[in-house]
């Protein structure tokens, strides 16, 4: 059986693409050669098996008030079990925490990565083998958000939250013992849009960053 990977995130896990000028479908969604888990898939080949989990607008675990289903906690258990037996989980999440909607800063938000990451360390889907986690903290929101259209969403606190949450998740990913990477540091690019969705670029760079990480997790 090929090495399951459910990959477990937001908009950018989705593929959704800000600006259709940088899409070659031309729509607003990248398509399968261009999001970063489908080019993860061609990186690592037929040995693996790549699933993609991304909803836009999902949090780690906060309700959000405006629109249901899309706290990650509750879906965490049954996604993974549709996909068993999982040899390795990605997430990626913490941008749509950062809304001013939800009140909470980047320590709360790493706290609540941490609490997803126990649930699904927790979940019978790992074939009796050990759990096997990678967070991947999100690129920071950029400061052009705050004049974009989607600024009265995101609210005026988010982009300094955004900067935090990589230090917050990699102490809790240290004290649980799951893998971590920083998606700000490996040139995931955002488009001059909304300055908070991957760029065809962008995607490419992720998913070159986690074909060198993931097989070293799947030894």
């Not at 008030?65 to 997430?91: F, N, R």
Request: aromatic share 6%; charged share 25%; with cysteine.
């Amino acid at each position: 059986m090929k090495k399951h990977i459910v990959c477990f995130g937001d908009s950018n896990t989705h593929g959704f693409c800000a600006d259709p000028t940088d899409c070659f479908d031309g729509g607003n969604r990248f398509n399968e050669e261009e999001r970063w888990t489908c080019r993860l898939q061609s990186l690592l080949g037929d040995g693996y098996l790549v699933v993609e989990e991304g909803l836009g607008g999902r949090t780690t675990c906060f309700e959000d008030p405006t629109e249901e289903g899309l706290q990650g906690l509750p879906y965490i258990t049954p996604c993974l079990k549709s996909h068993e037996p999982v040899d390795l989980l990605i997430i990626m999440l913490g941008t749509n925490d950062c809304k001013d909607r939800f009140c909470v800063g980047a320590y709360e938000i790493g706290m609540a990565m941490a609490r997803l990451v126990e649930k699904a360390r927790c979940s019978p889907c790992w074939g009796g083998k050990e759990p096997n986690i990678l967070v991947v903290a999100p690129p920071p929101i950029e400061e052009g958000m705050l004049k974009s259209a989607v600024a009265p969403i995101m609210g005026k606190h988010c982009v300094e939250k955004s900067r935090e949450l990589a230090q917050w998740y990699e102490e809790q990913c240290k004290l649980l013992g799951a893998a971590f990477l920083d998606a700000g540091k490996v040139g995931c690019e955002f488009n001059p849009v909304d300055h908070m969705h991957l760029t065809r670029k962008g995607h490419a760079a992720l998913a070159q960053a986690l074909s060198e990480m993931v097989p070293k997790l799947l030894k």
